[in-house]
């Protein structure tokens, strides 16, 4: 309901609100204001924040339970027989920047291709052009020394996506860039401050140096970035709010791991062993979900012989089943990855209708791979991040076992999926999605399945892990997951906890 609306309503039964307790009904349906009426103080003049949280959290508490076992849903879950009190703050809004869902606009077509890289180039040389004076390739060549380097000294800089990366005999590096007027060759001299300088193919970059005598050849001096500027100030929340970082729970999975799976849902039901986990799960006011809920099927040859539930609207039916013991009070973000059932190619829309339906309780907002999603005025990027395999495979020093780090190059570039052709297809959208803008204040991914967070220039960046033991592929691959631990972040300090559900964490 709007804020006008809640405002009337209100102002009809004899009320005034606090401006912190219309935030929070506006995240309200309108059955919860009626429920919020019944039980006030007729004489009340004012709502205030505690009034919603004795009436609406106590009732959701109660009916959480309740449902939980007149349905008896997951035979496996048992409510924590040693449950601290939490007294709940009820979650705000989630507001929804950016999703794919029900914008799709593309068929596949080659102009889309086309207009896709062009959208990319501008956004990502706007964001450079501001730090660098620049001209467009095709003009150097025209003027050749005349133009920028008459004196032999003077610098000329362009900006251009990269296009191709070679190593010459002499062993320099050769960078092919090109802007929307033609193309040039860069060299980087093995004696350079900038020779280690971490490229890869198609992303959008500054360069600037000097012309050769034909304005055939820019020798490179120094790069520049998209990246996210150094005055970068993260936006906070004023309240103590916490956010959880979830991904690959991969429900269905015959090593999908139940046991510390359900230990996580008993910690968020208040069976926490510790006063410092008791103050988190009292502030605990969100989850969000970066794709693989489920194991999917079909998703890559021989699946079937490792699934548990064989299904994937049975997986999803579990998955519900989970959620719905997670308290009501809690506001979830579900987003898909590459093992859910929607289209692999990214951007990829929110879960299916019929699937959405199977999560009852209300407090579930689905969107598409990537979306951005502000809570308590703080940005959350979720990204699944299949994009962190073409960087470890293409990106010396970026690691499976590290992957905030792969986190952070995709944000110094401003973008989540920079290499096009390697193992996430993209599909040409008229507008890049990938393209990270505005800066968020968090970017969460999963995918890799291990854990890991960092800063970069504010931002928060962390993988989620995952909920699923080592697979029969991962073993031949060799990567050794990292599950059942969490990322949860206090949106007013920014600080960063991870909390262990496994018997050995
Ligand atoms: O991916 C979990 C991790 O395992 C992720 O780092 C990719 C890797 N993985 C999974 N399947 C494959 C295939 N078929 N080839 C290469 N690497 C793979 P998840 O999306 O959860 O399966
Ligand atoms: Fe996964
Ligand atoms: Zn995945």
């Known amino acids: 309901m709007s804020g006008i609306d809640i405002v009337n309503k209100l102002a009809s039964r004899g009320f005034m609100v606090e401006p912190g307790a219309l935030d929070l009904l506006k995240a309200r349906s309108s059955s919860d204001l009626e429920r919020l009426l019944d039980g006030m103080d007729p004489s009340a003049f004012m709502i205030t924040v505690d009034d919603i949280k004795r009436i609406l959290s106590s009732e959701e508490m109660v009916k959480a339970s309740v449902s939980g076992t007149a349905s008896a849903p997951t035979p496996a879950y048992r409510s924590p027989a040693r449950a601290r009190q939490i007294d709940p703050v009820p979650a705000g809004e989630v507001r929804v920047l950016s999703d794919i869902t029900n914008n799709s606009t593309c068929i596949g077509d080659y102009d889309e291709f086309v207009g896709y890289f062009r959208y990319r180039y501008s956004k990502l040389g706007d964001m450079i052009r501001g730090r660098l004076s620049t001209r467009?390739?095709?003009?150097?060549?025209?003027?050749?020394?005349?133009?920028?380097?008459?004196?032999?000294?003077?610098?000329?800089?362009?900006?251009?996506?990269?296009?191709?990366?070679?190593?010459?005999?002499?062993?320099?590096?050769?960078?092919?860039?090109?802007?929307?007027?033609?193309?040039?060759?860069?060299?980087?001299?093995?004696?350079?401050?900038?020779?280690?300088?971490?490229?890869?193919?198609?992303?959008v970059i500054g360069v600037s140096g000097q012309l050769s005598g034909d304005g055939g050849l820019l020798i490179a001096k120094s790069l520049t970035y998209p990246d996210v500027p150094f005055t970068n100030i993260p936006r906070r929340s004023s309240e103590p709010s916490v956010v959880a970082l979830l991904s690959d729970v991969h429900v269905g999975s015959d090593t999908f791991l139940e046991d510390d799976w359900l230990k996580f849902l008993d910690w968020v039901n208040g069976d926490c062993p510790t006063d410092t986990d008791a103050d988190l799960v009292s502030r605990l006011r969100y989850i969000v979900v970066a794709g693989d809920l489920v194991d999917g099927i079909g998703i890559y040859?021989?699946?079937?012989?490792?699934?548990?539930?064989?299904?994937?609207?049975?997986?999803?039916?579990?998955?519900?089943?989970?959620?719905?013991?997670?308290?009501?009070?809690?506001?979830?973000?579900?987003?898909?990855?590459?093992?859910?059932?929607?289209?692999?190619?990214?951007?990829?829309?929110?879960?299916?209708?019929?699937?959405?339906?199977?999560?009852?309780?209300?407090?579930?907002?689905?969107?598409?791979?990537?979306?951005?999603?502000?809570?308590?005025?703080?940005?959350?990027?979720?990204?699944?991040?299949?994009?962190?395999?073409?960087?470890?495979?293409?990106l010396p020093g970026?690691?499976?076992?590290?992957?905030?780090?792969?986190?952070?190059?995709?944000?110094?570039?401003?973008?989540?999926?920079?290499?096009?052709?390697?193992?996430?297809?993209?599909?040409?959208?008229?507008?890049?999605?990938?393209?990270?803008?505005?800066?968020?204040?968090?970017?969460?991914?999963?995918?890799?399945?291990?854990?890991?967070?960092?800063?970069?220039?504010?931002?928060?960046?962390?993988?989620?892990?995952?909920?699923?033991?080592?697979?029969?592929?991962?073993?031949?691959?060799?990567?050794?997951p990292d599950p059942a631990r969490i990322p949860l972040v206090d949106l007013n300090t920014g600080e960063v906890s991870i909390v262990g559900f496994r018997d050995n964490t």
């Open 136 to 203: 467009p390739i095709e003009s150097l060549k025209k003027g050749g020394r005349r133009s920028g380097s008459g004196d032999g000294k003077s610098e000329v800089a362009v900006i251009g996506m990269v296009s191709d990366l070679r190593q010459t005999s002499g062993g320099h590096r050769m960078i092919e860039l090109e802007d929307l007027t033609g193309s040039i060759n860069v060299l980087i001299m093995k004696d350079s401050d900038i020779f280690e300088s971490q490229l890869i193919l198609d992303e």
């Open 398 to 480: 970026a690691s499976y076992s590290q992957p905030e780090l792969a986190m952070a190059e995709l944000l110094k570039r401003r973008h989540l999926s920079p290499i096009y052709g390697g193992r996430v297809m993209i599909a040409p959208e008229s507008k890049d999605h990938f393209v990270i803008d505005p800066i968020p204040d968090i970017i969460h991914s999963g995918h890799v399945h291990t854990v890991g967070v960092c800063r970069h220039r504010g931002v928060i960046l962390a993988n989620s892990g995952t909920w699923q033991g080592q697979t029969e592929f991962q073993k031949r691959m060799n990567i050794q």
């Open 301 to 394: 040859p021989g699946q079937e012989k490792e699934l548990h539930i064989l299904d994937v609207y049975d997986q999803y039916r579990k998955a519900a089943e989970y959620f719905s013991m997670i308290p009501k009070h809690i506001q979830i973000v579900i987003s898909p990855g590459n093992h859910d059932a929607v289209r692999q190619a990214e951007p990829q829309p929110a879960l299916s209708q019929d699937v959405q339906d199977m999560f009852k309780q209300g407090n579930v907002t689905f969107v598409g791979n990537p979306s951005a999603v502000e809570i308590e005025g703080v940005r959350v990027l979720a990204y699944h991040g299949r994009s962190i395999d073409d960087l470890v495979s293409n």
